[in-house]
């Protein structure tokens, strides 16, 4: 299986900042992304450190120092870059995407609610287009919460279920980012739909590979997400659970009953990593971001749009899709 992704042959580089991890060889680009995402990381500690509860800068720093940290504020700028200038607020936009980020991963008592309420200032600072999508984000990031926290309703689908939160979390946060950079910098409207669309596309790929990467990735490596086990179900776990082969059966009962023994979480993982199911779920990733490709092929060939193609080779590659 392989991604048909237009983007140069240099290879991937393992550096800090997300512009030099996708290896574009525009150093003029790369450098100019840098700084820009360092004005975003100053402003926003500026921000965070008036949080009436320390936890909230202790959030945004973990978030900012992780793999690939702040790719939502990236995102804006890349939008921007369609656009015709970053004099209308850009910047703050970069700022504001990011507070809700972290209000999404931050509890109620560590300041979610500030946080919500300090991105809706901003963006009713950039204009009422740019409120308009932070409220309807915000709305879709409570509701995914409350979808995931109650899980598949009765006779729902669970796969459904899963791409719905999905929708409503990573993906929505993703769209946000790159729909109001473009329109913070005055790009056209079917750029800004197109921006949008691979946000949404990109967000649903994010998230199945984090699933994917819980599952083949080796315990305690570099790419490792945790136990696939535990938690909310991941597309592989979702999908091996609808396997009615007498192949499947064994596996079907154990994602289903629960491996409660370390010696059945083992064999669990075993069966998982060879199973359809997961293979399924691969292509589900490959679908995503050959959909997230395509939204974008009418943008102009900007180092931006060769950002995005890139972004989509990263995560093919952490998960090995491509061969």
């Given amino acids: 299986m392989h991604m048909r992704v237009p983007v140069t042959s240099a290879p ?3 550096e800090s900042s997300l512009p030099g991890l996708l290896g574009l060889a525009q150093p003029e680009f790369e450098s100019r992304m840098s700084e820009a995402l360092e004005v975003v990381e100053g402003r926003l500690r500026g921000h965070v450190s008036g949080a009436p509860r320390p936890g909230v800068a202790d959030v945004s720093d973990l978030l900012g120092g992780s793999a690939g940290g702040r790719l939502r504020p990236f995102l804006v700028l890349l939008g921007a870059e369609f656009g015709e200038s970053w004099e209308n607020g850009v910047t703050e936009a970069a700022v504001m995407v990011e507070l809700l980020h972290v209000s999404s991963v931050t509890g109620a008592e560590s300041g979610a609610d500030w946080l919500l309420a300090r991105s809706a200032q901003l963006a009713a600072g950039l204009g009422p287009r740019a ?3 932070n409220a309807r984000t915000a709305g879709r990031l409570v509701g995914a919460q409350l979808r ?3 899980g ?4 729902e689908d669970p796969v459904a279920h899963y791409f719905e939160v999905t929708a409503g979390a990573t993906a929505a946060l993703l769209s946000l980012s790159l729909g109001v950079g473009a329109l913070q910098a005055g790009t056209r409207a079917d750029w800004v739909r197109a921006l949008i669309g691979y946000g949404e596309h990109l967000g ?5 590979a984090d ?3 819980a599952v083949t990735a080796p315990a305690g490596g570099d790419g490792a997400r945790g136990d696939p086990f535990t938690g909310a179900p991941g597309l592989p776990r979702l999908l091996a659970r609808t396997d009615t082969t007498a192949r499947g059966a064994e596996l079907r009962r154990l994602v289903t009953d629960g491996a ?3 010696a059945a979480r083992r064999r669990a993982l075993e069966l998982l990593r060879a199973s359809p199911a997961t293979r399924r779920a691969e292509a589900a990733l490959h679908e995503r971001l050959a959909a997230a490709v395509s939204a974008v092929g009418i943008l102009p060939p900007l180092p931006a749009r060769r950002a995005l193609y890139a972004l989509c080779d990263v ?3 952490r998960t090995g899709l491509i061969r």
Wanted: negative net charge.
């Fill in 152 to 155: 598949p309703a009765p006779g």
């Fill in 148 to 150: 995931q926290l109650a």
């Fill in 211 to 213: 699933d994917l990467l």
């Fill in 12 to 14: 991937v580089r393992q």
């Fill in 204 to 208: 649903a790929a994010l998230r199945i």
């Fill in 315 to 317: 995560v093919a590659l």
């Fill in 131 to 133: 409120l308009e999508l």
């Fill in 260 to 262: 409660t023994t370390e």
